[in-house]
Structure formats: structure tokens, C-alpha cells
């Protein structure tokens, strides 16, 4: 990927993290992090950061599912829930770094007993970056962090090798969901993803380009706002 594509601003994304750690705040109740605690055991997926072993996204799962989809940054988990939903023989990993939004994602699994989805409350690339090549069917990355300011776009979770570690996870023929409210975050991914060899499946603008893509709240957010949101299919 050439430095002119980017501005002369070729992101290396090195020990920068596409996001800014935060604790549990004000405000988060004790209860509210036994329950966190409570739920994370039974839903969330804990890895031996020690071990440097592949793993399987089949491993985490009680029974064997009909393929396995990655959704990196879920939020409150609005759009894997409805995925799971939709399609209860297949495996969804939510991964999310904010202790509210893993907590919102926690209780709904509960609510609606879902069977198939299991969540990292961690960096969603370092742990895609474990699986096993060729071993998902499926990514989302649903309206990632913008960083729209230049001297932040090293934060960004598209990058060249980043996508191409995120690519190589993905089987041939599997798909990749992506959305954006940011113009220039969707010119950037969208060469990331050339870059990668993914293929463009679809693009839409202002509607998914597929009715089994679930709204998410950023997606509302944007709308509501009159920001225009591109949504792209990518296939490997
Ligand atoms: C703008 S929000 C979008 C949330 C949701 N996808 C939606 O559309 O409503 C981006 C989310 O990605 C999360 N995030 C950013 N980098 C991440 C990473 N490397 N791994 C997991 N989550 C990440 C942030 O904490 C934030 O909740």
C-alpha cells in the first residue's frame, strides 16, 4: 500500500490499540460487576495469553455449530444477538473491549437464551489473529472507531496487515461485513480490503444490501444524525 493512497500517512498500527482502555467508571454499581463477573464466566471466552497455541473458534462452543462468524467491536451486542437469533445453528464470537457494552451483550444472551454466542471481552485482532488459518465463515466490523483525525489513524482497525491477519482468518468464499459513517474511513478500508485480495460482493448506501443484516445503535446513531452510512459485503 503506497504512502500517497493514505496522504503520506502509512499506518503501522505496532503497539497501538484501536482503542482507549477504560475501567469500570462512575456509576457501575457493585452488583452490576458481580454480575459482569458472574456472566463472563459462563458466556466469555478466557485464553491463556501464555500459550502461544492456534485455537479453533469451534473449541469454544459445547456442541458443533454449522460454521462460525467473528464480530470485532459488537457494542451493547444488538447485531450479533439478532444474528444469533436468526440463525441458532450457527456460532457467533462477540468481541468487545467496553465493560458496558460486553455487560448489555452478557444480559441479553440470557434474556433470550442463546445457545451460540460466545464473547471476548478483549481486542477482537488479538484474538482473531490466534485463530487457526481458513478457520471462520464470517466477519463483522460494524461502524469500528473512525479516528477521524490524521495523526490517530494508526488506531484504526483497518490496516494493511491488520486486514490481511483478519482476511487470513476467513475460509475461501466466506464473507465479510463492514459499515461506516465516515467517508474517509470507508475509502481507506475499502483499499485495506483490495489490498488483501477481498473481493467486493456489494456495497449500499443508506441500506444494508442484505435484509439479514441487523441494525446496529451506531448505525441508528449515524442516521439519526443524517450522517450517510456505506455498508460493503467483501468475499475472500
Ligand atoms: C463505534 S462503536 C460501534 C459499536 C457497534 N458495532 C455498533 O455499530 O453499534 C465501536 C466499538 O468497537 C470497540 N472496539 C474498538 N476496537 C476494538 C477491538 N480491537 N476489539 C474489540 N472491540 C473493539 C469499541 O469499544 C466500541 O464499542
Not at 83 to 97: M, N, T, W
Not at 103 to 128: F, K, M
Not at 205 to 234: H, L, N
Amino acid at each position: 500500500m503506497g504512502e500517497n493512497r493514505f496522504g503520506g500517512c502509512v499506518a503501522q498500527r505496532g503497539q497501538l490499540s484501536t482503542f482507549r482502555a477504560r475501567r469500570w467508571g462512575r456509576g457501575f454499581p457493585k452488583s452490576a460487576q458481580a454480575a459482569y463477573g458472574h456472566l463472563l464466566q459462563r458466556w466469555g471466552i478466557h485464553l491463556d495469553r501464555e500459550s502461544g497455541q492456534s485455537l479453533e473458534p469451534q473449541a469454544f462452543f459445547d456442541e458443533g455449530l454449522a460454521g462460525y462468524a467473528v464480530e470485532i467491536g459488537c457494542g451493547g451486542g444488538e447485531h450479533v444477538v439478532a444474528q444469533a437469533l436468526l440463525f441458532p445453528e450457527r456460532g457467533f464470537i462477540a468481541c468487545e473491549i467496553h465493560t458496558r457494552g460486553v455487560l448489555r451483550l452478557l444480559r441479553s444472551i440470557e434474556a433470550c437464551r442463546l445457545h451460540n454466542v460466545r464473547v471476548y471481552a478483549g481486542d477482537g485482532l488479538g484474538l482473531v489473529s490466534r485463530f487457526v488459518p481458513a478457520s471462520i465463515d464470517g466477519l463483522f466490523t460494524l461502524f469500528p472507531d473512525p479516528w477521524p483525525k490524521r495523526r490517530h489513524y494508526g488506531r484504526r482497525l483497518f490496516q494493511p496487515d491488520t486486514v490481511g491477519v483478519l482476511a487470513g482468518a476467513l475460509r475461501a468464499g466466506a464473507c465479510w461485513r463492514f459499515a461506516t459513517d465516515c467517508s474517509s474511513y470507508a475509502a481507506w478500508a475499502h483499499a485495506c480490503l483490495r489490498d488483501s485480495s477481498m473481493r467486493l460482493v456489494s456495497e449500499g448506501m443508506g441500506v444494508p444490501p442484505r435484509v439479514d443484516w441487523p441494525v446496529t445503535r451506531y448505525q441508528c446513531k449515524a442516521q439519526r444524525a443524517g450522517r450517510e452510512v456505506v455498508f460493503s459485503i467483501w468475499q475472500r
